[in-house]
T-cell receptor, first 113, second 112 residues
Framework: KAGVTQTPRYLIKTRGQQVTLSCSPI?????VSWYQQTPGQGLQFLFE???????NKGNFPGRFSGRQFSNSRSEMNVSTLELGDSALYLC????????????FGPGTRLTVL | GESVGLHLPTLSVQEGDNSIINCAYSNSASDYFIWYKQESGKGPQFIIDIRSNMDKRQGQRVTVLLNKTVKHLSLQIAATQPGDSAVYFCAEKVDSGYALNFGKGTSLLVTP
């Protein structure tokens, strides 16, 4: 079974731009979560989606948004990029009705210049 | 506030020795904990989990111990191998959804 895939793997943007990242969960997984990973703050929860509904949201500004499609694929968007948004963005999927294990993708490395 | 933290930022062990990575949590309501391993350039890889109604759980070469009295979690790796070198994170489930609260991570270095 294929794992979680994320595209693109690397991205370079400039301040003020916006970016959209994509995540395809493991087949059959309906829950998708997004995390931001930085050296200073570690892994921080952004939001979680299940059946196209956002169930949980972390403590991030409104510039960070996401959505989930009917096939469980998810996208996250960051508008008006700031230098501090440079990070590894990780997507994780899980079987909502089975347990709590979250399986992570390789991440998208975003650099804001 | 509620947090998950790790006692040591780095741990160096010799190949073949056992490794113990510790984690403290402060939310007594946490009911689920996971250990992840993250190698350079990769996403976190699920290692083992444990629920709050258990004290110990074993996997292949790994054991997780949970002490709810002192809110402490540990990961034991038996016969540590060079391939075990990575950053290890503990995480706790914080609510009825699937949001995980991660600790800062411990870097494990296995020397020959």
């Amino acid at each position: 079974k294929a794992g979680v895939t994320q595209t693109p793997r690397y991205l370079i943007k400039t301040r003020g731009q916006q970016v959209t990242l994509s995540c395809s969960p493991i087949s059959g997984h309906r829950s998708v979560s997004w995390y931001q990973q930085t050296p200073g703050q570690g892994l921080q929860f952004l939001f979680e989606y299940f059946s196209e509904t956002q169930r949980n949201k972390g403590n991030f500004p409104g510039r960070f948004s996401g959505r989930q499609f009917s096939n469980s694929r998810s996208e996250m968007n960051v508008s008006t990029l700031e230098l501090g948004d440079s990070a590894l963005y990780l997507c994780a999927s899980s079987l909502a009705d089975r347990g709590r294990e979250q399986f992570f993708g390789p991440g998208t490395r975003l650099t804001v210049l | 506030g509620e947090s998950v933290g790790l006692h040591l930022p780095t741990l160096s062990v010799q190949e073949g020795d056992n490794s113990i990575i510790n984690c403290a949590y402060s939310n007594s309501a946490s009911d689920y904990f996971i250990w992840y391993k993250q190698e350079s350039g990769k996403g976190p890889q699920f290692i083992i989990d444990i629920r709050s109604n258990m004290d110990k759980r074993q996997g292949q070469r790994v054991t997780v111990l949970l002490n709810k009295t002192v809110k402490h979690l540990s990961l034991q790796i038996a016969a540590t191998q060079p391939g075990d070198s990575a950053v290890y994170f503990c995480a706790e489930k914080v609510d009825s959804g699937y949001a995980l609260n991660f600790g800062k991570g411990t870097s494990l270095l296995v020397t020959p």
